[in-house]
């Protein structure tokens, strides 16, 4: 068995500093010249293994899943999630994913139509009323926390979206795999000059965020009716206060920035397709934008999964071994850190045909069996994320809802610069020019 590629002293840090400039850019190339699976190996302190191959990935997530554990960049956010169902292992995150899965059942999501449409007519009147240039990317968060919010704590209660926004990039910010090396050495650093700090603009937005679950919390349990299915559950199985809070962080941490991303993309995706644009505006056009009609909203649905191939929120999963272990017959040591990479993957020229093109049409159904291992965008195995066919069957409403009343272009001669902090964003937002559409004028 050949030995793995491994990247280090000189070319590491030569490889580091492209990393640092162009992360993505940077990844692929090491996928594309040095392997699928890579150690960057820093020596004593720092050993990673990236990984874009799908039978390791199928190992680590699936085949000896209980090997693999969260790794120290999840770790880094306990102080925002606690112990919830993100960060949570073995039996405690077992009997958590078991309560929490029943508000993830298609009559639940059900529920939730209403109040999507309301929250896409308030986006859509303000478009109206202002057209033009717009950041998307900033609208979709907004679109996203409301509706998080609402659906998933408590409809009717007052809290402040921007700021809790802000709070929570604050955190993000502080937790891409590059800010945690940073913050490593910084840290060593801070030690070895006997200078340290407890109050950090991370340690404050994330006070501010638990200021924010416990309002929920309260608002929560003097309105049962409007609140949602898991903390109505939790209500009733008398789950102490710590324990809902850490669960609304996680549901804050996982379930808004991320969909907001996937559909940021994807309306950029249609912007620079404009064919494929007109098509799922047809769609739009042909159907009420219904959870009962999402059948027929095919087009649109595959136009949001190869949006998510080409720009995956998640773009890496990060795990750490606890005993060692052999993956395809290569041995590896206990605490190894694997992170595997979504966007090379969804880049491969292996796994698909001129990678780089928006190509909707990959996701018919026989296009996409046996797949499973080459598209992760929700992750895969046990710990796949629990929000999945809320997301999509959200986005396919929501991207209907906007095609059919606007036209989106994007106008800037470069594409938009990613940061990929944990989600994929853009580095100073998603411009496109958003123009109602008349229907007198328009005739679609
Ligand atoms: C397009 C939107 C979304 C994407 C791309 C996405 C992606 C992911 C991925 C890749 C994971 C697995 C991470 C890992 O294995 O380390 C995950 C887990 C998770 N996601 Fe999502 N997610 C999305 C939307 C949502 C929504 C809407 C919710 C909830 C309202 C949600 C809640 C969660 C939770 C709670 C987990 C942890 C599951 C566990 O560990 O058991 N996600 N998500």
Known sequence: MPKLPKISGV????????????????LEKVVGTVGKVVSFDGGKYQKLHLVSDPAYIKHILKTNKANYKRSPVIKALRPLLG?????????????????LKPSFHE????????????????????????PGIRDVEADMEMLMLRILVRTQFCDGIEV?????????????????????KIKFYANRFRKFVGFSTSVTPQSTAVTYLDTVARHIIAFARNNRKK????????FDRHVDEAEIRDQILNF????????????????YCLATNTVNQNECRQEAQNTQSTFANLSKLQITKQCFQESIRL???????HRQSMAKDDIESQPFDAQTYFMICAYTLHRDPDYWVSPADFKPERFSSENMRGKAFQ????????????????AIMESQLIVSNLLREFRFAYNQSKPPQITPGIIMKTRSGLLLDVAPISLNTDGM
């Open 11 to 26: 070319a590491l840090l030569k490889w580091f500093a492209r990393l640092y400039v162009r992360p993505l850019e940077s």
């Open 83 to 99: 112990n919830g169902i993100f960060i949570s292992e073995d039996q405690e995150w077992q009997s958590q994913r078991s309560h």
């Open 107 to 130: 009559h639940v999501i059900l529920q939730f139509e209403s109040t999507i449409q309301e929250e896409c007519d308030i986006l859509c009147n303000d478009w109206k009323h202002t």
């Open 160 to 180: 402040d979206y921007k700021e809790i926004h802000r709070a929570h990039n604050e955190v993000l910010s502080q937790t891409s795999i590059r800010n945690h």
């Open 227 to 234: 609140c949602s299915y898991w903390l109505n559950d939790m």
């Open 252 to 267: 804050i941490f996982a379930g808004y920035d991320t969909t907001a991303s996937a559909l940021t993309w994807t309306l």
């Open 311 to 317: 720009y995956p929120p998640v773009w890496s999963i």
């Open 375 to 390: 598209y992760i965008p929700f992750g895969q195995g046990e710990r796949v994320c629990i929000g999945q066919s809320l």
